[in-house]
Nanobody, 114 residues
């Protein structure tokens, strides 16, 4: 059974940091690129970042470039999103995704507020 389980969300102050994790199981994790998306209240889900199966290639949305870093540990079947210099507009539910098979996690809430 395929599972993607996000964790690490919570409340952060503007300028602060959080590290999200997404633990995968039930498929050949290392063979697939992984993505992070986010959805703010009343907004459409938007792309945040992508990492190739090997971890050698990454891509970011312009809104997070230079502040967020996506990485993965194929030995642990886990993808990460390090979020620095957080802004109130980063507040959203964050989801990890494997696009080929359209696997999604349940999401983790990130709230940036003073």
């Amino acid at each position: 059974q395929v599972q993607l389980v996000e964790s690490g969300g919570g409340l952060a102050q503007p300028g602060g940091s959080l590290r999200l994790s997404c633990a995968a199981s039930g498929f050949a994790f290392r063979l697939f690129a992984m993505r992070w998306y986010r959805q703010a209240p009343g907004m459409e889900r938007e792309f945040v970042a992508r990492i190739s199966g090997s971890g050698g290639s990454t891509l970011y949305a312009d809104s997070v470039k230079g502040r967020f870093t996506i990485s993965r540990d194929n030995a642990k079947n886990t993808v990460y999103l390090q979020m620095n210099s957080l802004r109130p507009e980063d507040t959203a539910v964050y989801y990890c995704n494997e696009a080929v098979n359209n696997y999604w996690g349940q999401g983790t809430q990130v709230t940036v507020s003073s």
